[in-house]
């Protein structure tokens, strides 16, 4: 008998194997999204999840790489880091990128773009980073090889990420290239189309997963109906994408990544429906469209119907939508729109959940129901709320002691975590689209609106106190009546953002008791010459010319 021989492999060499295919990666997503993408990853198999702003982290191999890319509903762009480290000034991050070994990564016959977002006071201008660690990688390569590579924005072959904050330093590989949120199914789109990545997080966060019929009542260019669609038959949403930047990697797995392509193991059966409506035949024509280029015209019916005309569905179903909110799109009775939604609701969808994303609270003051959890979520620059409406019969009183809950424990808990709208709250953009919810999510991002509030806070209280000292002194001093008063009003005028401010509030009300036991004591009014008035017209130009962004 032949003797047989196994040869053996340390323990220590199989872990530093293991060790050498794992990587550190970053998914990039949208404000209010985090949550939902780390279950995505954890649900996929990725280890050490970890959220940050607009950003998980996570480690895995090549094939978690690609599914990433290929399988995440509510990923912008999968980066890979290759370095980590320190610098103070771009002439620091230049000799910290020209280290590097660029031929691992780069050719010369290969062209490339650098991508950048910073946060530090030391670095003033992203794109002057961007063009350090262009010139870095170049002149290394030049010096190795003798020739230069070729720079492409618009379609290179290796896109990279350079992130600032502060003086930590984080350079990535971008293995996404194009925008994850570009599917490849979108033919057309309507005025202002929901973003295909938030249209997907909205419905995860409901639950659904294709237990009941989907309806979306103003439905536009049918995006929410694709994406519903995809989660219901758990469709990768990859499969309409022509390319990936990995894809031109050296290191680029052509027999994984079909192997990954190919496999439909994972989807499912889809026995319920989804409907879309609007009242804008040619938005009616877009959806339709776009649902054929999907594939999808047997789970998705889409036709015209104003929502004023929604009646009750004859199986349980849910509603998801985004309404016109005033400011993409220009709406003639904004306000009357959102009564109707409300209508429509209380008496025609009862016994269903109904989640609407909107930007104003004087829109959702119109509905007039009662929402269960109010979600925050960006919608390009605009901060608005994702909020659910139980619709049931009868009173809130009755409904519960017939043991319906209006709100669970984990929605109460969400509730307690999210800020709140703040009534006649100015809204306002605070950074473009394309830095506020793809550039700036990595961890060491710093929330630049977290200063501006606390900056504002400041100056609401210092306002509050010096309201109470100006209506004391009226009360006093019998002067200043009527130049004070339109200075007052002018001053409230100014700053809406602080007409909440409990503080000031009372100051205000300290500067009316005042004037009341002015005229009260029938004492006449003073020289408007005064220098109480000129004094008082001074502090409050100090405020107004405040500059509050």
Same mark, same amino acid.
């Given at each position: 008998?032949?003797?047989?021989?196994?040869?053996?492999?340390?323990?220590q060499?199989?872990f530093?194997?293991?060790?050498?295919?794992?990587?550190?990666?970053i998914?990039?997503?949208?404000?209010?999204?985090?949550?939902v993408?780390?279950?995505e990853l954890t649900q996929?198999g990725?280890?050490d999840?970890q959220?940050?702003?607009?950003?998980?982290?996570?480690?895995?191999?090549?094939?978690?790489?690609?599914r990433?890319?290929?399988?995440?509903?509510?990923?912008?762009?999968?980066l890979?880091?290759?370095?980590?480290?320190?610098?103070?000034?771009a002439?620091?991050?230049?000799?910290?990128v020209?280290?590097?070994d660029?031929?691992?990564?780069?050719?010369?016959?290969?062209t490339f773009?650098?991508?950048?977002?910073?946060?530090?006071?030391?670095?003033?201008?992203?794109?002057?980073?961007?063009?350090k660690?262009?010139?870095?990688?170049?002149?290394?390569?030049?010096?190795k090889t003798g020739?230069?590579?070729?720079?492409?924005?618009?379609?290179?072959?290796i896109r990279?990420?350079?992130?600032?904050?502060?003086?930590?330093?984080?350079?990535?590989l971008?293995?996404?290239?194009e925008s994850?949120?570009?599917?490849?199914?979108?033919?057309?789109?309507?005025e202002?189309?929901?973003n $295909?990545?938030?249209?997907?997080g909205?419905?995860?966060m409901t639950g659904w997963?294709?237990d009941?019929d989907?309806?979306?009542?103003?439905?536009?260019?049918?995006?929410?109906?694709?994406?519903?669609?995809l989660i219901?038959?758990?469709?990768?949403?990859?499969?309409?994408?022509?390319?990936?930047?990995?894809?031109?990697?050296?290191?680029?797995?052509r027999?994984?990544?079909?192997?990954i392509?190919?496999?439909?193991?994972?989807?499912?059966?889809?026995n319920?429906h989804?409907?879309?409506?609007?009242?804008?035949?040619?938005?009616?024509?877009?959806?339709r469209?776009?649902?054929?280029?999907?594939?999808l015209?047997?789970?998705?019916?889409v036709? $015209?119907?104003?929502?004023?005309d929604?009646?009750?569905?004859?199986?349980?179903?849910?509603?998801?939508?985004?309404?016109?909110y005033?400011?993409?799109?220009?709406?003639?009775?904004?306000?009357g729109?959102?009564?109707?939604?409300?209508?429509?609701?209380?008496?025609?969808?009862?016994?269903?959940?109904?989640?609407?994303?909107?930007?104003?609270?004087?829109?959702?003051?119109?509905?007039?129901?009662?929402?269960?959890i109010?979600?925050?979520?960006?919608?390009?620059?605009l901060?608005? $709320?994702?909020?659910?409406?139980?619709?049931?019969?009868?009173?809130?009183r009755?409904?519960r002691?017939?043991?319906?809950i209006v709100?669970?424990?984990?929605?109460?808990?969400?509730?307690?975590?999210?800020h709140?709208?703040?009534?006649?709250?100015?809204?306002k953009?605070r950074?473009?689209e394309?830095?506020?919810n793809?550039?700036?999510?990595?961890?060491?991002? &710093?929330?630049?609106?977290?200063?501006?509030?606390?900056?504002?806070?400041?100056?609401? &209280?210092?306002?509050?106190a010096?309201?109470?000292?100006?209506?004391t &002194?009226?009360?006093?001093?019998?002067?200043?009546?009527r130049?004070n008063?339109?200075?007052?009003?002018d001053?409230?005028?100014?700053?809406?953002?602080?007409?909440?401010?409990?503080?000031?509030?009372?100051?205000?009300r300290?500067? &009316?008791?005042?004037?009341?036991?002015?005229?009260?004591?029938g004492?006449?009014?003073?020289d408007?010459?005064?220098?109480d008035?000129?004094?008082?017209?001074?502090?409050?130009?100090r405020f107004?010319?405040?500059?509050?962004?």
């Open positions: 008998m032949q003797e047989i021989k196994i040869k053996t492999v340390p323990l060499h199989i530093c194997i293991i060790m050498e295919q794992t990587f550190e990666m998914a990039k997503t949208f404000m209010g999204l985090e949550p993408l780390a279950k996929l990725a280890n999840v959220i940050g702003r607009r950003m998980v982290s996570f480690t895995g191999n090549k094939e978690m790489m690609y990433a890319n290929f399988q995440l509903h509510t990923a912008i762009r999968i890979k880091p290759i370095s980590h480290f320190k610098a103070r000034s002439d620091d991050v230049y000799e910290a020209k280290k590097m660029w031929t691992e990564y780069l050719g010369t016959d290969k773009a650098v991508d950048s977002v910073v946060f530090s006071e030391d670095f003033r201008h992203s794109k002057f980073v961007a063009y660690v262009k010139d870095a990688i170049v002149d290394q390569l030049r010096e020739k230069r590579p070729n720079i492409s924005v618009a379609n290179p072959d990279l990420n350079i992130h600032i904050a502060e003086d930590d330093c984080t350079l990535s971008d293995s996404s290239g994850l949120h570009r599917r490849g199914y979108r033919q057309e789109s309507v202002a189309p929901l $295909e990545v938030l249209a997907a909205m419905i995860m997963q294709g009941t989907f309806i979306d009542p103003m439905c536009g260019s049918g995006t929410l109906l694709i994406e519903a669609a219901a038959r758990n469709m990768a949403p990859g499969l309409f994408r022509k390319e990936y930047a990995f894809e031109k990697w050296a290191d680029f797995d027999e994984l990544f079909d192997d392509y190919n496999d439909e193991s994972q989807e499912r059966e889809f319920h989804i409907y879309g409506y609007d009242i804008d035949i040619k938005a009616v024509n877009t959806a469209l776009n649902v054929r280029a999907a594939g015209t047997n789970d998705i019916t036709n $015209e119907q104003d929502f004023k929604f009646t009750q569905p004859q199986v349980k179903s849910i509603i998801v939508t985004n309404p016109p005033g400011e993409r799109i220009s709406t003639p009775d904004l306000l729109t959102y009564k109707m939604i409300g209508e429509r609701l209380k008496h025609q969808f009862l016994g269903g959940d109904a989640w609407v994303l909107s930007y104003r609270e004087e829109c959702f003051e119109q509905i007039g129901l009662k929402p269960s109010k979600i925050p979520l960006y919608n390009g620059s901060e608005c $709320e994702f909020r659910k409406y139980q619709i049931f019969d009868g009173k809130l009755d409904f002691s017939e043991g319906g709100k669970t424990d984990e929605e109460k808990k969400q509730m307690a975590e999210k709140r709208f703040k009534k006649e709250r100015e809204f953009k950074i473009s394309e830095e506020e793809e550039g700036q999510d990595i961890r060491s991002f &710093k929330f630049l609106s977290l200063e501006r509030m606390a900056e504002r806070e400041a100056r609401a &209280k210092a306002r509050g010096w309201g109470k000292e100006q209506g &002194k009226r009360s006093k001093e019998q002067d200043g009546y130049d008063k339109k200075g007052d009003r001053f409230r005028k100014g700053d809406k953002d602080f007409r909440g401010d409990r503080d000031f509030k009372k100051g205000v300290d500067f &009316k008791k005042g004037i009341r036991d002015f005229k009260k004591e004492h006449e009014r003073f408007r010459s005064g220098k008035r000129r004094d008082f017209g001074k502090k409050n130009r107004e010319n405040d500059d509050d962004d």
